[in-house]
């Protein structure tokens, strides 16, 4: 099969490497000519591992290659892809779908032959019908359909998610349609990963369902977690013992910051709207947006009480600022709510990421960054885990407690324990969901 993906973004270029991968021929055009410099000189301008490794394997192979040309990356190919991103609009909650829009009507401007249309950005229900019917005028005598195939990747496993899918969902109109998409993901029917195929609504609905769902246990264990350190119960604990319950699952229990990246926070503010559109209130949905907001006023509260009520003049390390680990993306990381409220608390900030530096560098001005967590402890009053990232799993805290002026931590993603912080030396430890420790002073 011959591929056109439109946008290098996060989802079209995973997307496109793998399905390179698949062995169909690929084509990836970005509008952006540094990204495609970049791309063609076989640099990958994100950070998801293993991705430049299996985009040189496939560049070599002759099976992919990048470009700016969409009208020669369309012409000849049996199905386009637009990759492009949705946004939220300034003021309103919608996705914003110009970019759909645009690259919609590009495609139709070039297209000679039979092609399937398919959207793999997150849009609203009802996209896809808009997509063909702009086609359609732009391209009266164009014979095409449209399909649905929305993305579920997470970044940092965005490789084996694409590989090893739970899942792929696809909506359609015709056979035709799903002919060629059966074509396309045919080395996963093979391997007998589910494919479901159902209606265009179906297909978009999905996407925006299974984030909020994922965003309320998130949401939902947060609050628990509120609730434990109140009554002396372990979210830990808790979340163990709910996640065994095979109704329930273990996965996406881990309470924390609050969730950030580039779906759950715009997914569940898109669905939030798309209810007041329709006049059915998600007021599930609403709530969980809700929530995830206020946690992050919460934790600056914990870390102003482990500061003695002020961020004034305290040096505080900060260790993590993505919003998840094994990525470089920071959108709405909990860290650009947390490090600009101690840094206008008058704290000095160092900050410190395996791959965060980049972006971080611009989106919170006013931090100092530090190699290495050592180097960040050194007199500082407070330590504080804000990304769960391997290389902060197994710090030796001894030697962290000794160079800090106050060895106090606060580990936001529950990675050591109280009894880990006191062995090592620290004077006060808090964490979510679970009984903090702190010496009496002598
Ligand atoms: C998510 C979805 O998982 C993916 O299917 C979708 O296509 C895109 O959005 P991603 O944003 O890459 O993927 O990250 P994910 O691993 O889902 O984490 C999202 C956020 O939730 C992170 O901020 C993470 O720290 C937080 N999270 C996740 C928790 O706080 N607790 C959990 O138990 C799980």
Redo the contacts with the bound molecule.
């Keep these: 099969m011959k591929i056109a993906m439109i946008g290098t973004g996060y989802?079209g270029l995973v997307s496109g490497i793998c399905f390179s991968d698949f062995g169909h021929s690929v084509v990836c055009v970005d509008k952006d000519p540094q990204k495609i410099d970049l791309l063609n000189s076989g640099k990958v301008p994100i950070y998801e591992p293993g991705l430049d490794a299996l985009m040189a394997k496939n560049v070599a192979a002759g099976r992919l290659c990048f470009s700016k040309d969409l009208q020669a990356a369309i012409d000849g190919a049996d199905a386009a892809f637009i990759a492009v991103g949705t946004p939220t609009r300034r003021g309103d909650g919608h996705a914003d779908l110009q970019y759909v829009m645009a690259a919609a009507e590009e495609i139709a401007q070039a297209a000679q032959d039979y092609l399937v249309v398919v959207t793999k950005s997150?849009v609203p229900v009802g996209t896809n019908r808009q997509v063909k019917q702009l086609i359609r005028k732009t391209a009266p005598s164009l014979e095409f359909d449209v399909a649905s195939n929305?993305?579920?990747?997470?970044?940092?496993?965005?490789i084996e998610?694409f590989m090893k899918p739970d899942r792929v969902m696809i909506g359609v109109q015709t056979e035709r349609a799903a002919e060629v998409m059966e074509e396309i993901y045919r080395p996963l029917y093979l391997r007998d990963f589910p494919i479901i195929t159902t209606d265009l609504e179906s297909a978009e609905m999905t996407?925006y369902a299974?984030?909020a769902f994922?965003?309320t246990?998130?949401s939902f264990?947060?609050e628990i977690a509120a609730l434990c350190e109140k009554v002396g119960a372990d979210v830990k604990q808790v979340?163990k013992g709910m996640g065994m319950d095979n109704r329930i699952g273990s996965?996406?229990?881990?309470?924390?910051?609050?969730?950030?990246?580039?779906?759950?926070p715009k997914?569940t503010k898109a669905l939030a709207r798309i209810g007041q559109e329709n006049a059915v209130a998600m007021q599930i949905t609403e709530t969980v947006i809700k929530v995830n907001d206020e946690i992050k006023r919460r934790m600056i509260q914990k870390l102003l009480d482990l500061c003695d009520g002020s961020f004034k003049d305290k040096i505080i390390a900060v260790l993590g600022v993505t919003?998840?680990?094994n990525?470089d993306?920071m959108r709405?990381?909990?860290s650009l709510t947390i490090v600009p409220a101690l840094i206008g608390g008058g704290a000095k900030v160092r900050l410190c990421d395996p791959q965060g530096r980049h972006e971080g560098e611009h989106l919170l001005p006013g931090g100092r960054w530090v190699e290495d967590p050592y180097q960040a402890s050194q007199n500082a009053d407070l330590l504080v885990i804000l990304?769960?990232w391997n290389e902060f799993r197994a710090l030796d805290l001894k030697i962290i407690a000794r160079k800090m002026n106050q060895p106090k931590m606060a580990d936001l993603?529950n990675i050591y324990s109280a009894k880990d912080a006191r062995k090592a030396g620290f004077e006060s430890y808090d964490s979510i969901g679970r009984e903090p420790f702190s010496k009496e002073p002598s």
């Design positions: 989802v997150t929305p993305e579920f990747l997470r970044e940092g496993a965005a998610d996407k299974a984030n994922l965003a246990k998130i264990i947060n979340a996965k996406f229990l881990h309470a924390g910051p609050g969730y950030g990246g580039s779906c759950f997914d919003f998840k680990p990525t993306d709405d990381a909990p990304t769960e993603r």
